[in-house]
């Protein structure tokens, strides 16, 4: 029997040591990271792990096991400078925000790139063409694209191009102690609104949870946690939960890899008007109607909890991705203030989310198909001169909507037109288009809108004065645009195309040049387009 024992826990062990071992860590220090896998992002899951730059920028990085480059790609945001590569398994490993790659790699991209005349990339090389051994140098650690902070973003995908929870594959170990914390519970109950239900929060209990959450419908709760690795001030998303009543579980999920066609569903997991509200994560263990995420689990009447003569017991445990748990127990009783829903506002809808809708106002329709919507939602539709107003940023679409807006234009200014979404001070800009004097457009935010016209080019600055030696490696430029982004971008030094790297976070473009001891005159020119057409170029020298 001993023997049996021991053999198994040998087996077990050994098992574990080739799953950590199949896969070895992309830098030559400590790990610390920034983030995890399935931390709530804007619109997805992360699907990687961050590592920290310790050593600042530029660190080396490198490949995790064997196999061979299957793609190479740049852009000014998402995931800025990255490297796949393939593995004999069928893996592959994606290292993002990368400064640059080795010498090899590097040469073979700047060829791409001059060939094509584009910043800008996606190169799919040959199978046998760059391949690389486990261990080898195949890059260097940066802040490029959408990083806000010199890191690696790493991922795992498995055969189906699926990223893979890398810690609780432990494949990687992070140390960590440190249970989820949870800080509040809110509770959502149905009301019946033009014979659809909809919910509306009744009831926020906070830590050390000693009240009694009350309902007198179906309900379902919202759980405001967050989670932290061993001495860091890094948030990072849990990795599951369970949630019990009378001792059986009625909602249940596990975040084991990302799904790419259902990350945006992710909405649908949150409360997404607290959570757009809160510096923690807001989850609910509801399963709404529009959603199709496959990470549920042992899930009973989509997680709703009914109201009930007796008192009923609620126990949720909040899992992290190093087997860390907190369990949580509340109770609930059935309140006696029945809930009913008052007519809505004359500029209120009711959207079905299972079926078309289709707003008629003044000179305008909109279509809301079915299943934009997660579920069905009290949406404000309001039409003004100067502003059209579709629900609020606090609800979340999965899919666009349409809107035909009845306006004459000037033909001068119908190629210039743009309609924007009120963010702030600024307007996100939708993909519009004008023909036999009526605007259309689509978007996936909800919101205030309005009609505008981009006839301003975009701008130039260049950092150093016209004339001056250069004595950096870099020349560099500031470029903006006022509404409708760039579009364009190219360099020339001495009339001859050379590449222009483009930072869209910082509106940084910057070229690499090679100084000589006796420093040469060089004209620079940049020219710019916006989305819209609108053009600007600059001519400049400097001596390098």
Not at 394 to 408: C, F, G, S
Request: charge should be positive.
């Amino acid at each position: 029997m001993k023997i049996k024992l021991s053999i198994t826990l040998i087996l077990t062990l050994l098992s574990t040591y080739a799953s950590q071992a199949q896969y070895q860590s992309p830098i030559d220090y400590t790990i610390v990271l920034a983030g995890n896998v399935g931390e709530i992002r804007s619109n997805h899951f992360h699907s990687g792990i961050d590592l920290k730059s310790l050593r600042g920028a530029k660190a080396n990085i490198y490949a995790v096991k064997e196999g061979y480059v299957s793609r190479i790609s740049i852009s000014p945001g998402g995931y800025g400078k990255a490297l796949y590569i393939k593995h004999p398994n069928g893996a592959t490993s994606v290292y993002a925000h990368l400064d640059g790659f080795n010498a090899k790699l590097q040469q073979y991209t700047e060829n791409q790139q001059i060939k094509r005349k584009s910043f800008a990339i996606n190169l799919y090389p040959p199978k046998d063409a760059l391949t690389v051994h486990k261990g080898e140098h195949i890059a260097y650690m940066g802040n490029t694209g959408s990083s806000m902070g010199p890191h690696l973003h790493l991922e795992i995908r498995d055969q189906h191009n699926s990223p893979l929870n890398l810690l609780t594959k432990k494949y990687y170990h992070v140390p960590d102690k440190i249970a989820p914390t949870l800080y509040k519970v809110l509770v959502y109950q149905c009301d019946t609104i033009q014979n659809l239900p909809t919910f509306t929060l009744t009831q926020i209990i906070e830590a050390p949870f000693k009240d009694t959450i009350k309902i007198s419908n179906k309900s379902y709760l919202a759980y405001e946690l967050i989670d932290y690795k061993d001495g860091r001030t890094n948030t990072m998303g849990i990795y599951g939960m369970d949630q019990k009543i009378g001792g059986k579980t009625n909602f249940s999920f596990k975040i084991d890899k990302i799904n790419y066609a259902t990350s945006r569903y992710l909405n649908a997991l949150i409360q997404y008007d607290e959570h757009k509200a809160s510096r923690k994560h807001v989850l609910r263990s509801y399963v709404s109607p529009n959603n199709l995420l496959e990470i549920y689990d042992n899930v009973t009447d989509r997680g709703l909890i009914s109201p009930a003569d007796t008192i009923q017991k609620i126990s949720t445990t909040l899992f992290d991705d190093n087997a860390n748990s907190s369990t949580h127990r509340f109770t609930v009783a059935k309140s006696p203030i029945i809930r009913t829903r008052a007519t809505l506002p004359e500029d209120y809808i009711v959207a079905n989310c299972t079926k078309d809708n289709r707003i008629i106002r003044t000179d305008t329709e909109i279509s809301i198909p079915g299943r934009s919507l997660y579920q069905n939602e009290i949406l404000e539709v309001r039409k003004t001169d100067s502003t059209l107003t579709i629900g609020s940023n606090k609800t979340a679409l999965q899919n666009n909507i349409y809107v035909k807006i009845k306006k004459l234009i000037p033909f001068e200014l119908q190629d210039k037109l743009l309609v924007g979404r009120k963010v702030g001070k600024y307007l996100a800009t939708c993909v519009s288009h004008y023909r036999f004097g009526e605007i259309s457009f689509k978007t996936r935010d909800l919101g205030q809108f309005v009609i505008t016209y981009d006839t301003i080019p975009p701008r130039i600055r260049p950092v150093f004065a016209e004339g001056r030696i250069i004595n950096t490696d870099e020349l560099r430029f500031h470029i903006s645009d006022n509404l409708s982004a760039i579009k364009k971008y190219n360099v020339y030094v001495d009339g001859k195309w050379v590449i222009g790297e483009y930072d869209s976070k910082y509106g940084r473009l910057f070229i690499n040049i090679v100084r000589k001891l006796a420093p040469q005159t060089h004209n620079v020119r940049v020219e710019l387009e916006d989305a819209k057409g609108n053009k600007n170029s600059l001519n400049i020298e400097y001596k390098w």
